[in-house]
């Protein structure tokens, strides 16, 4: 009986704690975080998944126009995802970071780091309004390309299979701002989609393990403290009880 008392009690002070809360808030961030990156992981799939020379001759087969065309809607749905979950991101970051840090230093960091990483980066401010064009005016004209790099010495080529935006169909929309134009100005005519999505990627990724690792250092007390209560309630339980959590005794 004492275990169960003592149990409780434990169990009551962690659920109350400020540690616990701050812990949530991290959680947070990282289910926001996760769902960015599984949209990424999931489009980036299929980008590669069919760069395997057997697939690309296969695909270029134009007895298989239909296949390509499937695929080709597949990385339009996919890539629709990721520009939605992008601008989620973004925004529920914002927002819970101005809720839970305001009148603090963090704050004034995370707003410093903002400024430098992406005021005025021309590929946040092209993905921030490629989503709008996606969502309020058309999904992107999107293609398949294909070249071959040939290799003089060797006598023989290398196939580089790519889907691509077209600019044109950018350009009929007039809701481009300052933001998206520079880069939309200084593409191609046919803009890579794999390599804009890896871009935009490993510099959200770059920034969100920025923002943990200090949160985590400035929250460090309040962490060690939480990793301690979870021992002492561990500790609590009856073995029958840990065998049943898989746990064992810290």
Sequence with gaps: MANREELFVLSEEVNNSVAIRISGRLEMLSINFFVFNRNYQELKRIIEGVKKPEQIMRLWDLRNRHELDIVINEVIRLLHNFLASAKSLVEHTRIVISDWY???????EYETQVASRFVNNP????????????????????DATLSIQMDKDKRSGTENFSFVIKKYGLLQWSGWTQKGKPFLKASKDEIEIGNLVDDYYQQIMDFHSWMEKRLREIHSEEFAWLSEMNKRIINAMDDEERQARGLTKQ
């Excluded at 305001?102 to 004034?108: G, I, P, W």
């Excluded at 590929?123 to 999107?142: A, M, Y």
């Design 102 to 108: 305001q009148e603090t230093e963090f704050l004034k």
């Design 123 to 142: 590929i946040i401010g092209f993905i921030e309004e490629l989503r709008n064009f996606n969502l309020h005016f058309s999904l992107p004209i999107t």
